[in-house]
């Protein structure tokens, strides 16, 4: 039994009740309709693709300035490539999941973030790699 709140009142009421048991307002028919609305599609990929976002360009852009200021060497980049790739891969799944989110009409806002996320993320990752090649 799942709680959702009534179209009339908008109180909190069992999806089981067949009216509104503060305004009277029948239900079953409606109860369907707003179950539906509730369950907001591509919720799952705006959620995975904001967590992605966030991972990616936290690290992404912490190692790009630490190679700009020399904080690390040249070789340490090197090194650091397969990570880099991963978190490549995290900013392209950001974009990709937010661009799902955005299409199966979630949130604006969130699915536009994961995209905006992705994007700098991938972006950090070509100048850390034209970092380490140049
Ligand atoms: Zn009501």
Not at 18 to 45: E, I, N, T
Not at 68 to 96: C, D, H, R, S
Request: with cysteine; charged share 10%; glycine share 10%.
């Amino acid at each position: 039994m799942a709680l959702l709140n009534c179209p009339e009142c908008g109180k909190e009421i069992s999806d089981q009740a067949l009216s509104c048991p503060h305004c009277g307002y029948p239900l079953q028919q409606d109860s369907m309709v707003v179950v539906v609305k509730k369950k907001s599609p591509g919720r799952g990929f705006g959620i995975a693709g904001l967590v992605l976002g966030i991972l990616g360009v936290v690290y992404s852009w912490v190692f790009l300035l630490s190679a700009i200021t020399g904080n690390i060497q040249k070789e340490m980049v090197y090194f650091n490539i397969p990570p880099l790739l991963m978190i490549a891969i995290f900013g392209i799944l950001a974009l990709v999941f937010g661009i799902i989110a955005r299409k199966q009409g979630h949130k604006a806002t969130k699915s536009s973030a994961a995209i905006t996320m992705g994007i700098i993320t991938i972006a950090a990752c070509l100048a850390i790699l034209l970092i380490a090649i140049l």
